[in-house]
């Protein structure tokens, strides 16, 4: 069975910071026309760090999508060109202060393949260093945390643990 | 620490069948102020169902936004008021044509809490009958195919499954 779908023609109708949004004329495997709204992103990382007493790090932060604090495996955008470790060996020691020594590609998943692009690459780092203070982004404030993975499950029944990376990472780590 | 950021005004840029793009100005925890980008979106359930082989059954559909077709569990937004239950017994119907005697709640989670405010909510279904034929939106085609646990796991290996919900669902059944 032909799913595919051609597009015919397509209008940006918005450009911000962080997204773009387009909408794309589109023939359906029918013939007939549809649109599609698209949310382009540049695509993120997440990191399962594990601490030298064996806990694991989150960052405690606002989502002003969701209106509420929520505990979260230190994740970042990619920059444009930058390869997806580096994204991720960065993006760890911005928002938490740590290096890491051993690094390992867990798996990567589309957030939302039904509007968006956002493709989140979920890595594991071992071997950490506290090597600076935090250097987040001027508009990014953070709190970084300790947790063991009984009190991570814990923040998750409190729903304060509540996005899918984070959610994968738990059952990622149970299922060892 | 106070990590909460005040909205002091927003505008919607984008208003579309399924989504909305607003800007919301923020006041930052140093009082400074920033602009955060937000897709708003109705929610969704998604629905981790076992037919009567003990096999899973999944949709294979394109997605516009990946540009191709993918294997995930069935899924469907909520429509306005709609109970979560409610949604995932229609979308299981519309999508495979299947009613199911069981029902069991998973978890929820937020899919991209950097940008969007899209909850997935997510449901196993037991005790399968196939009801009807498919009802899908007039713009939606897929195919439902029906897959063990290791031939899924081998459809992720070659990211023909690669989305969060569906790897979610995986890890959810190999951890049992």
Redesign the interface.
């Known amino acids: ?1 032909k ?3 051609e ?1 015919l023609g397509k209008e940006i ?2 450009e ?4 773009r ?1 387009e ?2 004329d ?1 023939r ?3 013939h ?1 026309h ?6 382009r ?1 540049p695509g ?1 990382v997440a990191v399962i760090a594990h601490d030298e007493n064996g806990r694991l790090v989150l960052v ?7 209106g509420k ?2 505990y ?1 495996i230190p ?1 970042g ?1 990619k920059e444009t060109g930058e390869e997806s470790l580096v994204t991720a060996q960065r993006e760890l020691e911005e928002e938490t202060g740590y290096t890491a020594s051993e690094w390992k590609e867990i ?12 493709c ?1 690459e979920l890595y594991e780092a071992k071997g950490l260093t506290l090597s600076q203070g935090l250097q987040t982004d ?2 990014e ?3 970084v945390v300790h947790v063991t993975l009984e009190e991570a499950n814990e923040l ?1 029944k409190e ?1 304060k643990i ?4 984070t ?2 990472a738990l ?2 780590l ?2 060892r």
């Open positions: 069975m799913l595919e779908e597009t109708v918005f911000g910071r962080l997204i949004v909408v794309e589109v359906l495997p029918d007939s549809s649109k599609r709204e698209i949310v992103h993120a405690r932060q606002y989502r002003k999508a969701l604090v929520i979260e994740a955008k798996t990567s998943f589309y957030t939302s393949p039904g509007f968006a692009d956002e989140i001027e508009d404030f953070l709190e998750q729903k509540h996005d899918a990376k959610a994968y059952l990622y149970a299922n």
